[in-house]
């Protein structure tokens, strides 16, 4: 692997760590809160949010979305349930308590992300996603072959 991977993968660990300093603030992990914030773009959506449509967004194994789901659920911020359409599979919704946790940690992520960003002018930053962006669909195209 070349520079490029290990530096990408230090970001990501130095950014989830940082996302786990803020949300633990407010009882949640770093993954947990960004599932939750997946709910919480998605709610309006006609469609039901299954546990099948959190997995192939998040690309994690189902054990894995599993087990925060059950932890989520334990907390209160979120309830699953049978479809009524097809038994088999399982709805997500959000609670009111999780709506509130989300924006208190949105307000406080946006103050941090302002910060970590200001290195960046607007052209650079935009570039930065575009080319990660560029990345994350091939490897996502060149995966599933």
Known sequence: ???????????????LQHLNDICINHGLT???FLLLRFFYQNQDQK???????????????????????????????IVRKTDETDQRKKVVIMT????????????????????LLSIFS?????????????????LVKNTNK
């Open 1 to 15: 692997m070349n520079r490029l991977f290990y530096l990408i993968k230090k970001a990501n660990g130095l950014l």
């Open 30 to 32: 770093g993954k947990q």
């Open 47 to 77: 469609e039901h949010i299954l546990q099948t449509k959190i997995q192939n967004n998040f690309r994690l194994r189902r054990s894995t979305i599993t087990s925060v789901l059950q932890t989520l659920e334990k907390k209160g911020m």
């Open 96 to 115: 009111d308590q999780a709506k509130d946790i989300i924006e208190r940690i949105e307000q406080d992520a946006k103050k941090s992300d302002d910060m």
């Open 122 to 138: 607007d052209e650079e930053y935009n570039s930065l996603v575009d080319m990660l962006d560029r990345i994350c669909e091939n």
